[in-house]
């Protein structure tokens, strides 16, 4: 079993996360101040959720702590929304950073995507999208969302060469000729789209599958 340290001082955003925690099976401990903090990292949980505002010291300081000196996993929880916070949250070695009010549903997404990197599964992150390659999910805003397996298999060739221009011939190859099937380029199109639909914050003008005319696709930027 899994534990998950909270170092929060509001009493009843502790409770509830504790409470929400325990009914997915993790081990919780639960703590309201730096100085309590510190007790608890010392117990080596796998993941720390901490708030960067505490009655009594630095979120940001024990963080650091955290992640650099007993190289557990931090995932920062806080109402502190300005860029330069986040930049510090970042460079003092938390994994992410969640402003409040969140979704407790997004929140176990993304512990879920940061104990997974912690045992060395095969993840791909970027901005807001998140592959699972070791069990084939898609994260999507810390949501799942489904693809078929040809979408996968094509998201998957696009990642791998994440910057290269993959001409349409070479995908039709790889995601469908290796079964000896024939296909159209229109197959690929089609494909395309529907994966667009599923992943991109906006369809119309890609961020993640982009166009390259004449030629064929590329995943993320040139």
């Keep these: 079993m899994e534990t998950i340290a909270i170092v929060e001082d509001d009493s009843l ?3 509830a996360l504790v409470i929400a925690l325990q009914k997915e099976g993790f081990k919780v401990l639960s703590a ?24 009594d010291g630095s979120g940001m300081e ?8 007993a190289e557990i996993p931090v995932l920062f ?20 950073y969640i402003v409040k009010p969140f979704s407790m549903d997004i929140l176990k997404r993304r512990i879920e995507v940061v104990l997974r990197r912690r ?10 999208l998140q592959v699972d390659f070791d069990i084939k999910k898609l994260y999507v805003q810390g949501k799942q969302v489904k693809l078929t397996a040809r979408e996968f298999q094509l998201l998957e060739c696009l990642i791998q060469n994440k910057g290269r221009v993959l001409t349409k011939e070479t995908l039709l190859q790889k995601i469908w000729d290796m079964e000896g099937t024939y296909v159209e380029e229109n197959t690929l199109f089609v494909t395309i789209t529907r994966l667009r ?3 991109e914050p906006d369809p119309s003008e890609p961020a993640y599958i982009k166009t390259v005319y004449g030629t064929g696709y590329v995943f993320g930027d040139l």
């Design 62 to 69: 024990l963080c650091h702590y955290a992640a650099v000196y």
């Design 32 to 55: 309201f101040s730096y100085k309590e903090g510190r007790k608890i990292v010392e117990k080596k949980p796998d993941l720390l959720l901490l708030d960067v505002s505490l009655p």
């Design 197 to 199: 639909k599923k992943i």
């Design 119 to 128: 045992h060395g599964r095969n993840l791909f992150q970027m901005e807001e």
């Design 77 to 96: 929880l806080t109402a502190r929304d300005e860029e330069k916070d986040i930049i510090q949250g970042f460079d003092v070695g938390c994994e992410d």
């Design 13 to 15: 955003l502790n409770r």
